[in-house]
Nanobody, 126 residues
Framework: QLQLVESGGGWVQPGGSLRLSCAASGSYAGYYSIGWFHQAPGKEREGGSCVSHSGNRTNYLSSVKGRFTISRDNAKRTVSLQMNNLRPEDTGIYYC???????????????????WGQGTQVTVSS
């Protein structure tokens, strides 16, 4: 089955940028979409962005649209999340997740993903 490992978290000042990476390994059936989820301290985990298997379909939560960009490289089996103009409310643990499905052009921000990484911490503060 799929295993996911995130990297790239850290501390940044408000207005700064970070780039997260998610590396996938293992086997899967059909296709898999990838989602990035954010869990702020004391809050539920929430989907912020996702990308379809083909890479040509993306979805973003309104609060990150225009600031975050998700992309994937299937040859390297990696998905990146470029986060610009970070805000203190972006602080939290970021998880990447994979959903196996028979469609290569869809993804969702709902928590229906079967495979999850261990998460990486992002802290935005001055």
């Amino acid at each position: 089955q799929l295993q996911l490992v995130e990297s790239g978290g850290g501390w940044v000042q408000p207005g700064g940028s970070l780039r997260l990476s998610c590396a996938a390994s293992g086997s899967y059936a059909g296709y898999y979409s990838i989602g990035w989820f954010h869990q702020a301290p004391g809050k539920e985990r929430e989907g912020g962005s996702c990308v379809s298997h083909s890479g040509n379909r993306t979805n973003y939560l309104s609060s990150v649209k225009g600031r975050f960009t998700i992309s994937r490289d299937n040859a390297k089996r990696t998905v990146s999340l470029q986060m610009n103009n970070l805000r203190p409310e972006d602080t939290g643990i970021y998880y990447c997740a994979a959903e196996e499905n028979p469609f290569q052009h869809i993804c969702t921000l709902e928590r229906v993903y079967e495979h999850w990484g261990q998460g990486t911490q992002v802290t935005v503060s001055s």
